[in-house]
């Protein structure tokens, strides 16, 4: 069983073996032990390479060579514990929240390992990052197609825009008047240049208001923009011109929302700083609303909460349950979807148009702005539509990357799991509903791995402006081309696209209450032990839909061969000698499809079935086929698998130490006076 | 008391109207004991005072609401259980009445001097009726607020149980056979003895027939063959190892009863010597060493449970939406105060426990609790569960039931308070049970044959008193009352229904949603067991056997019993010690390397107990909470979308049969084999798999004239390949 630790990093390896081949022998330590983290068995003995890129340890255990690699770019963070006598502790902690507890036997080779890690870890420059070096050797043309994939524009009008009310704008092509926003900017026909630009001026960072989400069935929009520079008093004409603009785009509303997603304490303290949020006294026709999402800071810290908890050994109910509530990660995804909901009620059931911002709009505004547009249109629930999402509403309104998820060296205080959170959501909405989402958990996860990994450039830099600067896509690769040629690994067996719950707007409850809310174990603890399938349901089912598939292949296959028949036996009618042949063809090709239907095919098709583990299904088993993941029919050390016989030659067998196994009885010398003496 | 009974004689004739009335069918046997009009039942309590005007009524079996407008046919639920209608309340699924005076909420026991404004009715299945009195007459108020407490909530006598007129107002009941083992026969007992292959060691015992022995035991159960029949006389059965399950090493999972503290010296010594004697027996090969666990000392107790369990049910006994959100927002926080989840995760430790001595020591676990009949049938339940597969299969675990709780004594009566004779015997040692196995279904819902559903309802039906099986405390006592002086009304013995017969509750195609679609059957058990037999030898050596060495710091009560352990017993008698690290290290490496390998649904289950692992049981917590209810949401979208897809390979196959056999009717005769196509395609997912490759002998020559067809051509490998198979 040749099974890499993360079978993520399973499918890299192939991906970027080459590249690591190249600068291999960088540092090589041996005798290493990699301790599991959870279990109490023994460390597996290997030796760690540490190249350019990767971490990788392989096992010496001569069968199994099992390989773990772990990223540069995911390590989080490098602990170096105190040396004992077995050896120099080194903990890995990555973004992807694998934990790698290492056992270097000299000091010396510890602390290289360390200081290396260190610096490798926390790369200067961009080009550094492994983007720039990973080549999955496709050419120019398949690059370029790649990157074509998610066209923001052809999104903008799949929602029906430009129209009557809205249009582009290229007041920003230059990145004039917004260095983090996009050039291709879409706001309402009624705003003029000099409107935008004013507006500008009066918003943090001249983060103006722009249109994120519009609904063409009522004309209602969802905005986005940072907050007014409003301190106590100021106010700008130009920037209520903007507001009322949006509001008259919407013509059958007439009054506009505009969500604060911040706590409302801090919206007044940025009063303070000359920042603050809108007096409804000033603009015409708004309802001002706050929704407390904590700032980034704060999320980072119960992330780190909760990590804690995660990591805890066997945790019981208590430390669990305490754990999580005192974390308060739960609450805070509450209250991002709380948010999105709202946005999402204001726009399909009042029909009234919202404009979002918190501080600098591009965190808390993203995250509601996205868990709204997701509730709220179907199209973003398919895998396609959620990268155009991530690609509108984060990559291209100028989400810090870089900052958050610490791809450069930088400030500690500005990294943030903003977009894990919105990830999270997406997950927790699935969890609630099954069968509205095309793609599974599986690609929720590896898209969270991506905006860490740097391996595709997709999530490089802070803004569009540094990203078009340092000619990403011309340099590296795009995630969602790669996403997107494995789309049979992410499908969720549950979605239909007919399906009418498929086709609406999801309605979580108004206020979702917290017990909807489940802590997230295939994210936070899915290098656990190798916690065993968590998907196995929905693996399976996947199994029962290729079955499906295949009936009806056979199906098709078999009124083809039927109408040939019919075809052959019209001609035949009439050669009356050659009636008896013809009667044994029609007996062959009924007896082709009990062929068909045999253990054998089934077997080999659900072997091309996408999984990720070896598959280790007995041949022979056919019953076991559509579990073959998780199934361990042929498994020799599953005792329970044992049948009568092998009992009773362990009985037969058993030495008085085997009894010393007992806790009483440890003692195990004694063990065999104690059956004389029970004799 | 006397004019309720009253009005319920008279009522047979207003029964009818009502019955007209409503359309509601009654039960053969129910009499209506009071009633009263213009009751406006809440839809909900969220202070929006929605609600409908009916009629409430209390019979012998039930309390319930008749709605005014009937029209609410035309929205017949698809899961409808036949019994027990939306707005019944069995009277022994009440939990608590409450009485609302000016706003202030009172419990009703018994006797009232004023009669309440509304009426909070709190059900063991946790729904919550509010019935507002205030448009009703009062004289009908006092009957009917008295009637339902008293009916629901005072003492009662066992033939007072509806469970009696039932039986006896409808004679021809159909018996219901089904696979269920019943064990309240020798043969059903030497059955199991024989697929456990216990019968080595282990034998079926009429002993205490006519209940000699003890009213408390079964009439038939099984001992070590060692064990004589004067010895189990000898103290009513007490001190006897009493035999639950054998693993297929050979290993026994026995039971025991303890003697109660004794005062007496001189009786104690007796005791003690007794079960010297006993062990002493049963420790000799060729049985396996023996240990020994007080279930009583390592367990949370019945008290425990019980309020765990009171504390956790009032999470979700919610009376308007204010309430709610007031608890949600400290929901991690109030569950854990409850301690119920992890009550639940120490029975799923224990178990674990006792399993890994069992697979992995090959070692006889005896379970001691007083009666042998609470925490003992939970942990050899869970054991069984977890160990045997058949126990995963519906049937198997209604015979599982069947024998550790219905025919091994479990006083249902009692822990159920079905009859209000006393609080302090009450505890949910069976819900517990269904807890825990909740908890392996959500974990590894492939391996079990029946869905969470199956056990919601299973739940419920402890409180429907038609069937008998919750309704006794031992066999005895339901074999007297079955017999007894009944006869002077009856013309033979009541005929009980039983649990099992689910269609007494369901239709079809609600019993549907009992099954699990995604089981996984177990593969015909041939070839690979050769395999195994070599394996598992390999696995012996594959695990380090010196892991469990003694820790250097020993506590002085450890070395204290080992000694007395030593110098009573021999050395082959252990016990459990609650000393934390020791069994904590070779139960956690069992559990580390089961966990670090993949699932075979068919073998050992173990629970994930960590404590993410362990979860609510949503389905029937909160079901009825309309908060937590997601439009189109929830794991049922799964289940239903997962029964759609069945559906429609099961048409396609149906559609492929049929191309099938049209192709043959018209040429040649039907092939026999197609025949059983249908049959077999009932076996679903695996039908087809296991479809015999019945088929008929082909002259080769025939087969070149089809090869010219373009799809044969593609698939000529298969061809060559199966047919090389086949000869």
Same mark, same amino acid.
């Given at each position: ?68 690699? %772990? ?110 926003y996009?050039t ?50 100021a ?60 700032n ?28 999580l ?15 999105g ?7 399909a059931e ?71 959170q ?17 793609f ?8 969270q ?11 490089l ?61 295939g ?10 399938p968590?998907?196995?349901v ?33 001609n ?47 041949e ?27 009992? %009773? ?31 | ?42 839809i ?27 029209s ?178 050979g ?43 007080d ?35 400290k ?5 854990e ?13 224990k ?76 505890a ?187 979860k609510?049981?949503?389905q029937?917590?909160l ?5 937590a ?56 997912p ?42």
């Amino acid at each position: 069983m040749t099974q890499p630790v993360g079978w993520r990093l399973g499918v890299m390896t192939s991906l970027c073996v080459d590249h690591v081949q190249q600068s291999w022998q960088q540092c090589i330590v041996e005798n290493v032990r990699l301790l599991d983290r959870v279990s109490s068995r023994k460390a597996a003995l290997g030796t760690l390479y540490l190249t350019a890129t990767h971490v990788i340890f392989v096992e010496n255990a001569s069968e199994t060579r099992k390989e773990t690699w %772990v990223l540069h770019s995911q390590i989080s963070s490098i602990e170096k514990q105190a040396t004992t006598a077995t050896g120099c502790p080194l903990l890995i902690r990555c973004k992807n929240f694998q934990v790698i507890h290492l056992i270097i036997p000299q000091e010396r080779d510890c602390h290289d390992v360390y200081i290396s890690l260190i610096r490798l870890a926390r790369p200067v420059k961009y080009e550094e990052l492994y983007c720039f070096s990973f080549n999955p050797k496709l050419d120019k043309e398949e690059r370029e197609r790649g990157w074509k994939l998610v066209d923001l524009n052809e999104e903008y009008n799949r929602m029906g825009i430009p129209n009557n009310y809205w249009q582009i704008s290229d007041v920003n092509r230059d990145y004039g008047v917004c260095d983090s926003y996009p050039t291709e900017v879409y706001v309402p026909k009624s705003a003029t240049a000099h409107i935008i630009v004013g507006s500008s001026k009066f918003r943090s960072r001249r983060r103006f208001p722009a249109l994120s989400y519009y609904c063409k069935d009522n004309n209602t929009s969802i905005c986005r923009s940072s907050q007014p520079l409003s301190g106590f008093s100021a106010r700008c004409l130009e920037d209520e011109q903007m507001l009322q603009a949006i509001r008259k785009a919407n013509p059958g509303s007439d009054f506009l929302y505009v969500v604060d997603t911040r706590p409302k304490l801090n919206a007044m303290a940025n009063r303070a700083a000359g920042k603050g949020y809108e007096n409804e006294d000033n603009y015409s026709n708004i309802k001002f609303q706050f929704i407390g999402i904590e700032n980034i800071h704060v999320m980072r810290n119960s992330l780190q909460k909760m990590l804690e908890v995660c990591e805890l050994k066997s945790p019981s109910m208590s430390d669990f349950l305490w754990g999580l509530e005192n974390s308060g990660w739960l609450k805070h995804i509450k209250a991002i979807m709380d948010a999105g909901i709202f946005i999402a009620k204001a726009v399909a059931e009042e029909g009234v148009s919202v404009l979002v911002h918190c501080s600098d709009g591009w965190d808390r505004t993203a995250q509601v702005c996205s868990v709204a547009s997701l509730l709220l249109d179907p199209y973003y629930r398919t895998m396609k539509g959620f990268m155009v999402l991530i690609e509108k509403d984060w990559v291209s309104f100028g989400h810090k990357f870089n900052h958050r998820y610490g791809n450069l060296d930088g400030d500690p205080k500005e990294i943030s799991p903003v977009i894990d959170q919105f990830i999270e959501c997406v997950w927790q909405l699935m969890e609630q509903f099954p069968c509205a989402f095309e793609f599974n958990e599986r690609f929720l996860i590896h898209v969270q791995h991506h905006i860490y990994s740097c391996q595709f450039g997709n999530f490089l830099c802070n803004s569009q402006k540094e990203r078009r600067e340092l000619k990403i896509q011309e340099r590296t690769y795009s995630l969602w081309a790669h996403l997107w040629k494995n789309r049979a690994d992410y499908l969720n067996p549950l979605y239909r696209s007919d399906h009418s719950q498929t086709q609406a707007t999801l309605h979580p409850q108004i206020a979702s209450c917290n017990f909807l809310y489940k802590f997230w174990s295939g994210m936070y603890n899915r290098f656990e032990k190798g916690m065993h399938p968590r998907q196995s349901v929905t693996d399976y089912l996947m199994a029962v839909k290729e079955e499906t598939q295949q009936l009806e292949e056979e199906l098709e296959v078999l009124g083809e061969r039927l109408a040939s028949l019919q075809k052959v036996q019209s001609n035949d009618n009439k050669v009356k000698s050659k009636q008896q042949d013809q009667n044994k063809e029609l007996g062959r090709s009924t007896s082709n499809i009990s062929l068909a239907n045999t253990p054998q095919e089934y077997n080999s098709n659900l072997k091309s079935f996408p999984s990720r583990s070896p598959s280790q299904g007995d041949e022979e088993d056919s019953a076991l086929i559509l579990t073959q993941d998780n199934l361990k029919s042929s498994d020799p050390d599953l005792s329970a698998n044992s049948d009568q016989e092998s009992g %009773v030659e362990d009985l037969s067998c058993r030495s008085p130490s085997n009894g010393g196994c007992l806790p009483s009885e440890d003692s195990g010398k004694d063990s065999d006076e104690a059956v004389f003496l029970a004799v | 008391r006397q004019t309720c009974v009253q009005t319920g004689g008279g009522g047979g004739y207003r029964l009818y109207d009502v019955m007209l009335q409503a359309k509601c069918l009654f039960c053969t046997g129910e009499l209506l004991l009071c009633e009263a009009n213009t009751v406006y039942k809440y839809i909900q309590e969220d202070g929006s005072n929605r609600g409908t005007y009916g009629k409430l009524i209390c019979t012998n079996f039930k309390i319930a609401f008749l709605d005014e407008d009937s029209s609410s046919d035309d929205n017949e639920p698809q899961f409808k259980n036949k019994i027990v209608g939306e707005n019944d309340i069995t009277l022994q699924c009440v939990d608590q009445i409450y009485g609302v005076y000016d706003e202030k909420k009172k419990l009703l026991t018994g006797q009232m001097r004023k009669y309440p404004e509304k009426l909070i009715i709190y059900c063991k299945d946790l729904r919550v009726f509010h019935f507002c009195l205030r448009y009703t007459k009062e004289e009908e108020v006092k009957r009917i607020v008295s009637g339902i407490v008293h009916h629901s909530q005072t003492p009662k006598l066992l033939k007072r149980l509806f469970l009696f007129s039932y039986a006896s107002a409808a004679p021809n009941n159909t018996d219901g056979r089904n696979q269920t083992v019943m064990f309240d026969t020798l043969e059903d007992w030497r059955d199991e003895l024989e697929r456990t292959k216990g019968n080595v060691k282990y034998k079926a015992v009429v002993t205490n027939e006519g209940y000699r022995v003890s009213e408390k035991l079964p009439l038939y159960f099984v001992v070590p063959i060692c064990v004589s029949e004067e010895s189990i006389l000898k103290f009513q059965g007490r001190g006897i190892p009493i035999w639950c399950w054998s693993c297929h090493n050979g290993a026994a999972l026995l039971k025991m009863s303890a003697f109660p503290k004794e005062q007496d010296d001189s009786t104690s010594q007796m005791q003690k010597a007794f079960l010297d004697g006993i062990y002493k027996t049963i420790s000799k090969p060729p049985y396996e060493l023996l240990k020994m666990d007080d279930l009583s000392s390592s367990l949370p107790s019945l008290q425990d449970i019980q309020i765990a369990y009171t504390r956790f049910k009032q999470l979700f006994l919610i009376d308007n939406n204010a309430d709610f959100w007031a608890t949600d927002v400290k929901w991690f926080s109030l569950l854990e105060s409850t301690n119920w989840l992890e009550i639940i995760r120490r029975f799923l430790k224990k178990a674990i426990e006792v399993a890994e001595c069992l697979e992995r020591q090959h070692t006889n676990v005896l379970l001691i609790e007083e009666s042998a009949t609470d925490l003992c049938c939970v942990i050899s339940s869970l054991v069984q569960v977890m160990m045997d597969s058949y126990s995963r299969t519906k049937s198997g675990f209604q015979s599982l039931i069947q024998k550790e709780w219905v025919t091994g004594g479990h006083g249902f009566l009692d822990r159920c308070n079905h009859l209000h004779k006393n609080d302090k015997e009450e505890a949910p040692v069976f819900l517990l049970l269904l807890n825990c196995v909740w908890q392996l279904v959500q974990q590894y819902p492939p391996a079990f044959e029946f869905t969470e559903t199956y056990l919601t309802v299973l739940s419920d039906s402890l409180y429907v008193p038609i069937f008998s099986t919750f309704f006794f405390n031992s066999q005895h006592q339901k074999d007297t009352n079955t017999t007894g002086e009944s006869l002077k009304t009856q013309s033979g013995p009541f005929k009980f229904l039983t649990v099992w017969d689910w269609s007494v509750q369901f239709e079809p195609k609600a019993q549907a949603l009992l099954s699990n679609p995604l089981y996984a059957e177990k593969p015909k058990p041939d070839k690979s067991q050769r395999k195994t037999t070599r394996f598992k030898h390999q696995r012996q050596l594959s695990l380090p056997l010196t892991q469990t060495k003694s820790s250097p710091k020993r506590g002085f009560f450890r070395e204290e019993t080992d000694h007395l352990i030593k110098n009573i017993l021999g050395k082959r008698i252990g016990k459990f010690i609650n000393s934390s690290d020791e069994p904590h290290n070779s139960f956690r490496e069992f559990y580390d390397s089961w966990h670090s390998k993949p699932v075979d649904y068919h073998g050992l289950l173990l629970p994930c107990i960590d404590g993410p692992e362990i979860k609510v049981w949503a389905q029937r917590y909160l079901r009825w909470i309309p908060e937590a209810q997601l439009h189109g949401g929830g794991t049922i979208a799964t289940a239903a979308k997962i029964l759609d897809l069945m559906e429609e390979v099961q048409s396609l196959q149906v559609k492929m049969d049929e191309e099938h056999s049209q192709a043959i009717s018209r040429d040649v005769q039907a092939v026999p084999m197609l025949r059983n196509c249908a049959r077999l395609s009932s076996l679903f997912p695996f039908a087809l798999l296991q479809r015999q490759s019945v088929k008929p002998a082909l002259p080769t020559s025939t087969w070149k004239d089809l090869e010219d067809e373009d799809d044969l051509v593609k698939r000529d490998d298969e061809f060559v390949d199966l047919s090389g198979d086949m000869s």
